[in-house]
């Protein structure tokens, strides 16, 4: 496992959403939505835009912290193992979420 590769790939998203990467700073949303302009079509559409924005910097942040304790366990030599069954989890599951704590059978047993 290389773990300077994975190291990297999760300084990179980090970098990438606090750089933030996201369309519109929700500062902005919420301040060109407050106003009474338009329909209430155009309301509703505003509101809605408000919301989403807020659901992605909710995500973002969930993501954020599941990188820095993924950083963690990597400084702790316990990256890459499953936080449920203690197994080594996939390198094709770390690839594609390096942040990722279980492997995907513990991952399909709490969906079930």
């Known amino acids: ?7 990297s790939a999760l300084l990179q998203k980090r970098g990438e959403l606090l750089g933030g990467t996201a369309a519109k700073p ?3 949303t919420m301040e060109n939505n407050s ?8 309301q509703a559409s505003g509101n809605n835009e408000v919301h989403i924005q807020l659901k992605l910097k909710q995500t973002d942040a969930k993501i954020l ?3 820095e304790e993924a950083l963690n366990r990597i400084d702790e030599g316990t990256y890459g193992l ?3 069954c203690s197994e ?5 599951r770390l690839n594609a979420i390096p942040w990722t704590r279980v492997c995907i059978s513990c991952k399909e047993k709490q969906k079930a």
């Open 82 to 84: 499953c936080r449920d």
């Open 26 to 28: 929700l500062q902005w």
């Open 35 to 42: 106003g009474r302009q338009g329909d209430m079509a155009d």
């Open 88 to 92: 080594p989890i996939a390198d094709a």
């Open 1 to 7: 496992m290389d773990l300077e590769a994975y190291r």
């Open 65 to 67: 912290q599941a990188i």
